[in-house]
Nanobody
């Protein structure tokens, strides 16, 4: 399994970015893809997740209404559209894959070890 994130950048508060996670080496329909982030000095946290098999999604409370996750199964790519960015969103963003069936919930998103494959991360910096 090979995951490659892209789309990270430096933006101003209130700006938008779209992150991409391109997957290879997997049957995409058999996986859920999650987005996680890690800010300096903080633990890695789950941001959003989508199950490619049934389209179920999860959003952390901190990003609900601002971030949207989507999947293009034909391109084996998951996107994270991030709007109304603020300084708290500054972090390295990672995507990770877990085989389905996988119940996408707040509890399962805290179990990082369940996700067996991770990308290298992409930096998002939000400044005022």
């Amino acid at each position: 399994v090979h995951l490659v994130e892209s789309g990270g950048d430096s933006v101003q508060t209130g700006g938008s970015l779209r992150l991409s996670c391109a997957a290879s080496g997997i049957a995409f329909d058999d996986y859920a893809i999650g987005w996680f982030r890690q800010a300096p000095g903080k633990e890695r946290e789950g941001v959003s997740c989508i199950s490619s098999s049934d389209g179920s999604t999860y959003y952390a409370d901190s990003v609900k209404g601002r971030f949207t996750i989507s999947s293009d199964n034909a391109k084996n790519t998951v996107y994270l559209q991030m709007n109304s960015l603020n300084s708290d969103d500054t972090a390295v963003y990672y995507c990770a894959a877990v085989r389905t069936p996988f119940m996408v919930t707040e509890a399962t998103m805290k179990k990082l070890s369940i996700f067996g494959s991770w990308g290298q991360g992409t930096q998002v910096t939000v400044s005022s």
